[in-house]
């Protein structure tokens, strides 16, 4: 996927011991790249750069602290490529979600990722990559999930407030926005068949998407071959986004439509 003037470049995975973050750790070094993988699982993280051995290396973070992503940042130095895939969501309705619940969720996806978008400004060399995952619900809502949606969709705008800031330096900003993908922060959908089903129903290409489909489009958006696209939110989701969104409180409640 990278071109042979790719090879050799610094990147920086957050989020990268699990799920999409680590299938994106793994193409990149499979590309040529030395990887940091960073996660708040530092544990984790080191024994993903163990599998990926030398020269990979390790860090433990937590996004909602400037402190951590700053030192992070210090400690990897100059990039070439920085991808945040941290994010977690909840569920609950609005009238009877606590405050704190709410703000948890934004913290991490979008507080968290102005802060990455900050330090990668500062360390990223001229003509590098930042790219944010986002999602489908940056663009369809979904009952239930108030707080996952308002912070997705606002990391979309960063996103292409970043891109023009960082132009100058032709430092690309971009986002993928994935539909359903199967990773162990999903594996909850999977135990609601019905729910599961609904999504189905919803994706024109018939079925949900694996890590490595959002690997490879970040390994695109990486790459010198989309050294003309920056401001992108790419939708990654077998066309749900042409579609609805599953109502996932009416599945729990045995409201909805069959």
């Known amino acids: 996927m990278l071109s042979e ?4 470049r610094v990147a920086l995975v957050i989020g990268g011991a699990s799920g999409i973050g680590w299938a994106i750790a793994k193409g990149l070094a499979g590309e040529g790249c030395r990887v940091t993988i960073a996660d708040r699982n530092a544990d984790g993280a080191a024994a993903r750069a163990n599998e990926l051995g030398e020269p990979h290396a390790a860090a433990g973070v937590d996004v909602t602290d400037e402190g951590t992503v700053a030192a992070l940042f210090e400690q990897v130095g100059s990039l070439d490529i920085v991808v945040n895939t941290a994010g977690f969501s909840n569920f609950g309705r609005i009238v009877e979600m606590a405050v704190d619940e709410f703000r948890a969720v934004v913290d991490v996806c979008l507080n968290g ?7 990668a400004g500062r360390y990223l060399r001229d003509g590098g990559s930042l790219v944010s995952v986002t999602s489908l619900n940056a663009r369809l809502a979904a009952p239930g999930m108030s707080a996952y949606c308002a912070a ?14 960082f132009a100058p330096r032709r430092i690309r900003v971009n986002a993928v926005s994935p539909g359903f993908v199967h990773t162990p922060l999903t594996e909850a959908v999977t135990q609601m068949p019905a729910v599961l089903d609904d999504y189905l129903e919803n994706t024109p290409l018939g079925r949900v998407g694996t890590p490595t489909d959002v690997a490879d489009a970040v390994l695109f958006l990486c790459s010198d071959k989309a050294s003309w696209l920056t401001g992108e939110v790419l939708d990654l989701n077998g066309g749900a986004h042409l ?3 599953p109502d996932i409180l009416a599945h729990i409640d045995g409201t909805a439509s069959v």
């Open 5 to 8: 003037s790719d090879v050799g």
């Open 113 to 119: 990722a102005f802060i990455v978008a900050k330090y």
């Open 243 to 245: 579609k609805r969104y």
């Open 152 to 165: 997705k969709a606002g990391l979309a705008m960063l996103t292409q407030v970043a891109a023009l800031e």
